[in-house]
Every structure is written in structure tokens, then in C-alpha cells.
């Protein structure tokens, strides 16, 4: 194992942590709050730990990664982001107990959105922005990770969908991949900015606007206020249900568009069976709703076009406690939570291009049945999967389906009823931030058993890599080379 | 489409049937029940349409059926016995209302044992034996179905293990292929014979006895008793538990079993994880509920072993309503409807070997991640499983919870609550019987919508015959070459 370059990168990656963790001070001046000497010491903490990491490895440093090594390397990334980033928290007393603490921060860069806060207003601003921006930052993190490091790894099928399927490419880490990453970056930035003068617009305030326009593009779900984007305007509700479409898009795609490259675009597999999701199950949920004949078609449409677009992206933002809608309503939604956004976006989950693949894989099977003697393939995007790649991408199912249940069981005998195991083990491992039953949309994660936020919070992080670069550390295939 | 030869194998399966059909009259004498009538005119109108479809069809008789075809005739065989099976019922006006009759047909040939009955006792004995002997039928169809059809067609992986494997070999109808089906059926029948004087042994009557050992050995469920199991003695529940084991083997190994193979036999993998699970489960809800302090501890472990044995073999008999169970006790029992039996036995539902293959294919998938250059490969009893296979068998796994989960959106949509509409369609899907909510141990179906009976029933059969010899008609491909 390189540990050297390892923790070099740490090192690297802390540097950069505690340069954003200096910006939420700006906002305690702003609001005369008191948090200023706690944020200032977990920067300075941090940056002293990054810099003694990245100096302390530079001498004999060999810049290669095996295999093993980057599973490690990025695994424990978002470990140790995750513990330096619990610091403001701690420093300014502002959440208590570290389980608590602990929970809120990797739910904030792993982009889940689960919150153990009741009462998210009371917090200083200060610390709401850290918190918003561990989001963003978790966002960011995703796209390299997509663009340059998953498909390396092959995890998860990433290898899979090359440049002329979702514009993901498998190559070594090179000058290219790196400009691929900062294009990526740049769009994320840039749509980033673009949200916040329309959030204005409806009505937020600049510092509402920047925390929402933070969480949106990271599929993130974390807001400022305790009714979520329910406490805005209907001009809000409709932006915002926008950029969480643009957020749970492959981000590739948006580079195409830009390009001009549409036909690209519009004819990806995966981007036409998204909307089609989005547009069918909005509208069955709106018709659900609407017959019980309690409110008008707008606000109905509204409010299921909302939850629908929220919890497919990933995003878990709400404009209403959708549990208090009839049973079909809500199951769509909590099935929902099993599709995920695309590849290639900063939303979660199993991924819309995994269905198509397992969807077209059943067709394969069908075609063999009728036609033993032919060849029959699979094509996404007009490109070939073979068996190999087919099979270790439902594999992936397999696999996610497995730790869903093994979460649940894990979470029924840590004493939750069987609605709520399942409801927080489907979101949290599935990046969506509220489930069903006492951690609906309404509610929040603080009543849970420290031992079950420690677990959600675990499959927090297997769920935003991908399962298999978290669970192949666990496998005691990966230790066998260094015993 | 050689409908001819289709015609003339319904024929033949009715003229068995209408045989089959004669024998509750016996019990009709024993007990004076006005059944007489009723029984025997449907036995009559059976083997009139049996006859009339056997000879109608023999002029210029073409024995040849295509792949197609015979996915139309496994499918529709199921379709036509439940329909003739009917009869007994209406003509003797012993349950009322067609959803129902249907209902209670179909769980009885696909040996599902759901029943719609909130009075199973007053019913006519001989009805009851009819009831009884509908699912030891099913349980000869399903083994020469697993013996001579499925690994021919390809369904659902069973061509994937060859004799080596599992003793089911993958080639044409052969003379050799029938006296294997006649092996089989002699160990089921000697079975069910051997079990008789077991329970009488245990104070069970003749009558029960010999109802029990049909249903015991079809891996069915259908009792005569409202308890179920639990109406008889602890020596009747463990030796029940015991033939629900042998029930839920693959026949083959007991083929071998007899003529002294044992290594065969005990190295068989899907074996060795079917009893395991057995094991482990046993204990872990045996802990569970010892824990709640109320029930001595053989009374504990024999509850839970029959239980679990049962739902894992998906025969679906009771002696305890396991609801009231603490949560994780049957949470681990719904998640064994899952699982199912093993293949070449009677029991249905997704398999053991199925889920070894997938476990096996998340392992290859981390060799694979951990070892990108060299070949690694799935083995099962010794025998490479290439990726194709893998894949086609993975391939039922996504189908099976494809199929289970809109089942439970239809009948969530048909007004039933969640638990129980995921409890009724992972039972009857699964060929288990009772489920949880309001269809669970202690309940029946009798409840459901009418419309909700028939998704079930289709369910039922869908699940029977692994998914796709049904699912198949209902593509566009399969009829492209009829148009
Ligand atoms: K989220
Ligand atoms: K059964």
C-alpha cells in the first residue's frame, strides 16, 4: 500500500476543506453571530492537519495508486472530510452529541440531506452555510469521482457506458480526464450561480438563495428552513423543481448541449426514460390526489411534480408531507426512491441507466428463449454490452438490493418498526434524505438509536460510492495481498 | 402453432384428471355426504372433454411442438386443470361465488395453499380430499415440468445445471428423460406413502393423514383443520417439519440418496445453503422469542423450526400466528418468502440456487474489480456457469422483483394496505400461501377484493412456472412469428 501518496491526497483534499470552511465566517460577521472563534479553529485545525499530511509524505512520494490502493483512498476520503467537517459543529456547541454530529455532517458530503436537527431555524446562519456548503462540496466530489476515478476502478458498471454512450470515458488518469473534470466542474459552478438571481427573484433572501442554490445542484436536500422549500413561494417551488432536473442529469450531457451536440442529448436512453419517470408518475400521483377533492389542480400538480422530481433526482427537498397522501401516492414515491437519478449526475441511488440495462437484459432473456440458436445482443445507445458487463451490472442490483435488506433487518432489530427501517435504510442508502414512516418528510432522524445513525450513516457513504468501492474493503479478498 | 397436438395434450391431461376426480366419491360413502352427485358429474363432464379433445385431435396427429407452443401449453395446462378443477366445488355449491372457486383451484394446483375458506371444517370431507388432492396433482406436474420441460425450454436458468449439478440434465424428450420422470414420481409417491402411517402414529385419522401427506409432500399447505398443523400433536408437527425438509429437496438428490451417492448428495451446494439457512434462522427468531420470556424453550424451537422450515420450503402450513411474533422475528420469516425452496423439489418461489449464483456473482464481481486482467470464473458443484448463464439467471432475480413489485402497486391500488398487499403477493408469488397484514397465518383471503383474488391467482401461476414460460405470452416477440 502507498500510504505515503495516500496521505498526500488527504492532505491535499484537507487543504482545500479548510479554505471552505473559512467562508461561513463571512456570514457570522454578516449576522454579528458568535461563532466566529469555533469556525476559525476547526479551519485552522484543519488546515494544520492537510498541510502536515501533504509535507509530511512529499519526501520519496511516488505518485501511483494500485487498485486496492484507490478503493482505500476514496473510501476513506469521505471518511475524513466527514470527520474534520464535524469540527464547526463541535467547536460552536451548535449540534449535540457526536452521533448527532456525526450523522449531519457525512449526510452533508455524501449529498444524502438526512437531518437529526428539529428545529433547523434555530441554528446560527453561520453554521446553516457550512452546512449547505458540505453539500456542495460533496457535490463536487462526486464529479470527479465520476468522471475520473469510477470508471478507472471499474465500479459499478462505470466502465461500462464509454464516451459515445453517457460520455463517460475509461482511461487512465490523464491531462484530459483532468479538463473533462474542470468542464464538469465549470457547469456545475455556473448552474450554480444561475439559480440563485431566480431564486431571488421568487422571493428568498440572498442568504436562503446561495444555501438552496448550494443543496439543489448537489442533489443534496439540505435547507435553511424547517419546511423545506415548502416555506417559499410557488415561483420558487417551480425553479427549483427545475434545477433538481438539471442536478439529477448526466452532467456530460449538459457539456453536449452546450456544444450544440442535441441529437446527443436527446437521444440518450437513459435522459429520455428519466423525464418519462419524472412526467408518468407525476401524473398518476396528481390523479390520485386530485380525487380526493381537497385542493385545486394547480396545487396539486405542483406539489406531486415536486416530490416526484425531488426524490427521484435524489435531492429530498419537500413542499409537503406527502406520507398524509393515499397509500398509492406515497408508494409510487417510496418506489421512486429505488430508480435514483443518472449517472454522471451529483444525485444518488441505483441509477436510471442500470434499470434500462437490467429492464433490456429481461429482454435479452426473452429473445433467447424464442430464439436459442441466434445471437442476440444488448445495445444502449446504440453501443453493445456484453454478458460480462451485463452481468456485473445487475450484479450491482443484487448487490444494493442485499444491503438494503441487510440494512432494514439491521435497523428492525435496533428496535424501529418495520415502516421505518425499511423507509430510512431506502433513503439514506439511496442519497434521498427522508423516507417513510417516522423519518418522513415531515419529521427527521433525531429519534433515532445513536447505534442506528452510525448505521445510516454508514450506508450513507456505501450508497454514495457506488456499494462496491465501500464493501470490497470488508471482502477478505482485498487484504489477501497485503497479509 | 401446432394446436392440434395442444388439444390433444389438454385431452390427455383431463382424462387423468377426471380419474384423479373419482376418488373423493369414495370418501363421499365413507363419511354419507350428498357430494355423490355433484362430484361425479363433474368427473363425467372432465373426462367426456378430455376424451372428446384426445380423440377429436388424433386424425393426421403431428407429435411436434416448437418452442412457442410449448410455452402456450405448460402456461395453459396450469389454465385448464384449474378451470376443470373448478367443478367439484360449484357442482356441490361448497363454496360460493367463481372468484372464490378459482382462487381455491388454483392455489390448490400450483400448490400455493392460500384459501379463501373462513371454515375449512365445514366443509364435506370429501370436498376437502378433492381440495387436498388438487395440490399433490400440482406437485407430480411440477416435477415432471422440472424433470422433462423447464431445463429443455430454458426457463429461468434450470438448463444452467446439468446433471452434475443439480442431476437435472438439459436435452431433448428422450425415453431416458421419461423413466427419470417415473423415478421421481415413484419417490414421491413412496414418500407420501411413508408418511401416512406417520402421522397416524402421531394420533391423526386416516382421513387427515392421508390429506396431510398430499399436501405435506407437494410442499401445498392446504390443511383440514382451521389450526392447520397446530391442531395436532408436537410428534405430528416434527414429523411434518421433517417431510416439509424432504419436500423442499431436489428430488434428484434423493434419487441419489437411494442408490448410496452419498458424497453427491452432501456436497451438493444448494443443499448444504438450504439447510443452513433452516439452521440459522431457527435460532435466530428461536432467540427472539425465548427472549420475550413467555413460552418454555422446546415450545419456542419447535414453533419457530416449523415456521421457518415451512415458509423456506413455501409449503405455508402454521401452528402459530408468527405476527404476533416480536418484529424481527417475522421480518426474518417474510424475508424467507424470498428465498424458496430448492430446485427439482415441489416447493417454488426464487430458489436457493439462484441466490447462491448471485451471491457467487457479487464475489466474481469483486475478483474482478480486484484482479482487472486475469479470468475469474463462477463455479457451482465443481461446474463453470459463464457469464451468460449468469446473467440469465440474475436476470430472473430482477424479473421476480419486477413482477412482485407491480403486484403490490396493483393491489395497493385495489385498496389493500401496504403490508398486506406486499404480504399477499410475496406469498402467493412465491408459492408460500399465507402472508403477513390481513392475509397472515391465522387470517385468510376470503377478504380480498374479487379482483384482487384474480391478480393473486395469476400470481400464483406466473409464480409456479418460474415467470417467464408465462410471462413470455404476454410479449410482442412471441407472437411476431403468428402474425
Ligand atoms: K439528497
Ligand atoms: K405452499
Known amino acids: ?35 466566529v472563534g469555533g469556525i476559525l479553529a476547526s479551519s485552522l485545525i484543519t488546515l494544520a492537519a492537510g498541510t502536515f499530511m501533504y509535507f509530511g509524505s512529499l519526501i520519496n512520494l511516488r505518485k501511483e495508486l494500485g487498485l486496492r490502493d484507490s478503493y482505500f483512498t476514496v473510501t476513506f476520503t469521505w471518511v475524513v472530510i466527514s470527520l474534520f467537517g464535524m469540527l464547526p459543529y463541535i467547536f460552536t456547541g451548535s449540534i449535540e452529541g457526536l452521533p448527532n454530529v456525526y450523522f449531519e455532517t457525512v449526510s452533508g458530503f455524501t449529498t444524502t440531506g438526512s437531518t437529526i436537527l428539529t428545529d ?42 464509454k464516451s459515445e454512450a ?179 449526475s451529483t444525485g444518488g441511488g441505483i441509477k436510471v441507466i442500470r434499470h434500462v440495462v437490467s429492464f433490456r437484459s429481461v429482454v435479452l432473456h426473452f429473445k433467447r428463449m424464442l430464439h436459442p440458436n441466434s445471437v442476440s445482443l444488448l445495445k444502449i445507445n446504440g453501443e453493445v454490452i456484453d454478458d460480462e458487463k451485463v452481468s456485473s451490472l445487475i450484479t450491482f442490483l443484487v448487490l444494493y438490493l442485499f444491503t438494503f435488506i441487510s440494512g432494514s433487518i439491521i435497523m ?29 418528510p415531515a419529521a427527521n432522524y433525531h429519534h433515532i438509536h445513536d447505534a442506528g445513525k452510525i448505521v445510516l450513516s454508514f450506508l450513507m457513504i456505501i450508497g454514495r460510492l457506488e456499494l462496491t468501492t465501500v464493501i470490497i474493503l470488508f471482502t477478505s479478498m482485498f487484504w489477501d495481498k497485503y497479509r
Open 1 to 35: 500500500m502507498n500510504i505515503r501518496f495516500i496521505i498526500n491526497i488527504f492532505g491535499r483534499v484537507l487543504i482545500l476543506l479548510g479554505l471552505f470552511m473559512l467562508t461561513p465566517i463571512i456570514w457570522a460577521f454578516v449576522y454579528g453571530e458568535d461563532t
Open 120 to 161: 433547523i431555524e434555530s441554528l446560527p446562519k453561520s453554521i446553516l452555510f457550512w452546512r449547505s456548503l458540505s453539500q456542495w462540496i460533496g457535490g463536487m466530489g462526486i464529479i470527479v469521482l465520476v468522471v475520473a476515478i469510477l470508471p478507472l476502478l471499474r465500479i459499478g458498471g462505470y466502465n461500462l457506458f
Open 166 to 344: 453517457s460520455g463517460i470515458s475509461y482511461e487512465k488518469l490523464t491531462p484530459k480526464t483532468a479538463s473533462t473534470a474542470k468542464r464538469l466542474w465549470g457547469i456545475y459552478v455556473a448552474l450554480t450561480i444561475i439559480l440563485i438571481p431566480l431564486l431571488l427573484i421568487g422571493g428568498m433572501s440572498f442568504f436562503d438563495s446561495l444555501n438552496h442554490a448550494f443543496t439543489v445542484m448537489a442533489a443534496g436536500g439540505f435547507s435553511t428552513k424547517d419546511a423545506s422549500i415548502g416555506a417559499f413561494s410557488p415561483f420558487v417551488q417551480y425553479v427549483v423543481i427545475l434545477f433538481m432536473l438539471l442536478a439529477g442529469m448526466n452532467f456530460y450531457l449538459h457539456y453536449h448541449f452546450i456544444k450544440g451536440r442535441f441529437k446527443r442529448v436527446f437521444s440518450n436512453i437513459e435522459l429520455k426514460t428519466y423525464l418519462s419517470i419524472v412526467g408518468i408518475v407525476t401524473i398518476a400521483i396528481t390523479i390520485a390526489v386530485y380525487l380526493e377533492g381537497t385542493y385545486n389542480l394547480e396545487y396539486v400538480i405542483r406539489k406531486s411534480f415536486f416530490q416526484v422530481t425531488s426524490i427521484l433526482t435524489t435531492s429530498g427537498f419537500a413542499t409537503y408531507d406527502y406520507l398524509l397522501w393515499p397509500t398509492p401516492a406515497w408508494t409510487l414515491l417510496f418506489l421512486l426512491m429505488f430508480v435514483g437519478a443518472c449517472v454522471g
Open 412 to 440: 428492525v432489530f435496533l428496535g424501529l418498526d418495520t415502516f421505518t427501517a425499511v423507509g430510512a435504510v431506502a433513503a439514506n442508502l439511496g442519497g434521498v434524505g427522508p423516507g417513510i414512516g417516522t423519518v418522513g
